[in-house]
T-cell receptor
Framework: DAGVIQSPRHEVTEMGQEVTLRCKPISGHDYLFWYRQTMMRGLELLIYFNNNVPIDDSGMPEDRFSAKMPNASFSTLKIQPSEPRDSAVYFC????????????FGDGTRLSIL | DQQVKQNSPSLSVQEGRISILNCDYTNSMFDYFLWYKKYPAEGPTFLISISSIKDKNEDGRFTVFLNKSAKHLSLHIVPSQPGDSAVYFCAASTTNAGGTSYGKLTFGQGTILTVHP
């Protein structure tokens, strides 16, 4: 079975540019999560979706961040405009419905904003 | 506020011995706990979980213990192997249906485990 697929794996761009991170969840999974990992804050949840609907975006740091899930097999996390402090590893995860189902993570996108 | 804490940033163990990783939590609403393992340049991989109705769950070399009164859980790896060297994250969630907290995981900061041959 294919796992969660994220692209690109690495992104280097200049401050002020728009960045789009992509995620394909595991087929049949109802929940999709976006996380950010930094040295200072560890793994923090940014936003999550249930059946393509955003449920909780309280972790999104600023209005520069937005996330969409147009269908069950695709989600994007967009940063516009990007800033150097957005540099981090961004993970996407998905899980099935059910109270005791673990989240399955992609391998992340390492983002560097110069 | 850190609701899930892993107070040991690192742990070094000899191959064949037991590794014990610890995790404390403060939110009494948490009722489902997980351990993830993470290798460099990869995403966290689910290892083992435990519901709050249990105090122990075992899967091969991995056992998770939960002490609800102390709000403490631990992961035991026996015997430890060099391939177990990774960062281990403890995570917690509430499974109460409804509300935005359902299904969300709160992670600890991680413990780097090094198993020496």
């Amino acid at each position: 079975d294919a796992g969660v697929i994220q692209s690109p794996r690495h992104e280097v761009t200049e401050m002020g540019q728009e960045v789009t991170l992509r995620c394909k969840p595991i087929s049949g999974h109802d929940y999709l999560f976006w996380y950010r990992q930094t040295m200072m804050r560890g793994l923090e949840l940014l936003i999550y979706f249930n059946n393509n609907v955003p449920i909780d975006d309280s972790g999104m740091p600023e209005d520069r961040f937005s996330a969409k899930m147009p269908n069950a097999s695709f989600s994007t996390l967009k940063i516009q405009p990007s800033e150097p402090r957005d540099s981090a590893v961004y993970f996407c995860a998905s899980r099935k419905v059910g109270s005791n189902q673990p989240q399955h993570f992609g391998d992340g996108t390492r983002l560097s904003i110069l | 506020d850190q609701q899930v804490k892993q107070n040991s940033p690192s742990l070094s163990v000899q191959e064949g011995r037991i590794s014990i990783l610890n995790c404390d939590y403060t939110n009494s609403m948490f009722d489902y706990f997980l351990w993830y393992k993470k290798y460099p340049a990869e995403g966290p991989t689910f290892l083992i979980s435990i519901s709050s109705i249990k105090d122990k769950n075992e899967d091969g070399r991995f056992t998770v213990f939960l002490n609800k009164s102390a709000k403490h859980l631990s992961l035991h790896i026996v015997p430890s192997q060099p391939g177990d060297s990774a960062v281990y994250f403890c995570a917690a969630s509430t499974t109460n249906a409804g509300g935005t907290s359902y299904g969300k995981l709160t992670f600890g900061q991680g413990t780097i485990l090094t198993v020496h041959p």
